[in-house]
């Protein structure tokens, strides 16, 4: 079954760029149902959906990150990656990625987010 | 965007309970609403898609239903397992989640 492991630096600067990396496994990112999504969740707190990329390099970002944000995707490698610029202590989350699998049920599309991979803590600090 | 509010945010219950919480649309989303179930430290895990669908391995004990703005998720027989953080998401516009419902002892 497929499963997921983000990957990057714990400690990040404040005004610095934050990037992670997300390997998938057990399945292709190039999947047709599939897209790639990042989600955070700040101690705490509630989960916040940050975007979702498509193999094709199709991408769709909540607009709260005022485009701060970049979602790519390499399908050589079965990755896509998460950038967040300009970064400050309110982005000091444990960030998940994860699969956001669409299908059609009641006679239309409808999509949900599994698996999620473990999670990482990016802490903002100097 | 769609304000998704869950009630109760936390409850006490007992093993062999039957649970129920609630999320509330701010608008209309049809049966694009999901439920996740967090343990401490853990990443969410689906339990219920569309509304009403039960994830493959879930067990039985889960149920939900709702569409427009109104959804529930009950648990008929708590377990010990199940002591955990109930988050209800919608994806009919930029996904957003519930703030959370945690079922303790």
């Known amino acids: 079954q497929v499963q997921l492991q983000e990957s990057g630096p714990g400690l990040v600067k404040p005004s610095q760029t934050l990037s992670l990396t997300c390997t998938v496994s057990g399945g292709s990112i190039s999947s047709s149902s599939d897209y790639w999504s990042w989600i955070r969740q700040p101690a705490g707190k509630g989960l916040e959906w940050i975007g979702q990329?498509?193999?094709?390099?199709?991408?769709n970002y909540n607009p709260s990150f005022n485009s701060r944000v970049t979602i790519s995707v390499d399908t050589s490698s079965n990755q896509f990656s998460l950038r967040l610029t300009s970064v400050t202590a309110a982005d000091t989350a444990v960030y998940y990625c994860?699969?956001?699998?669409?299908?059609?049920?009641?006679?239309?599309?409808?999509?949900?987010?599994?698996?999620w991979g473990p999670g990482i803590l990016v802490t903002v600090s100097s | 965007d769609i304000q998704m509010t869950q009630s109760p945010s936390s409850l006490s219950a007992s093993v062999g309970d039957r649970v129920t919480i609630t999320c509330r649309a701010s608008q209309n989303i049809n049966r694009f609403l999901n439920w996740y179930q967090q343990k401490p430290g853990k990443a969410p895990k689906l339990l219920i898609f569309?509304?009403?669908k039960l994830q493959t391995g879930v067990p039985s004990r889960f149920s939900a239903s709702g569409s427009g703005t109104d959804f529930t998720l009950t648990i008929n027989g708590l377990q010990p397992e199940d002591f955990a953080t109930y988050h209800c998401q919608q994806t009919h516009r930029i996904p957003t989640f519930g703030g959370g419902t945690k079922v303790e002892i």
């Open positions: 990329v498509y193999s094709s390099g199709n991408s």
């Open positions: 994860a699969r956001d699998r669409y299908d059609f049920v009641w006679g239309g599309p409808s999509n949900w987010i599994d698996p």
């Open positions: 569309a509304a009403s």
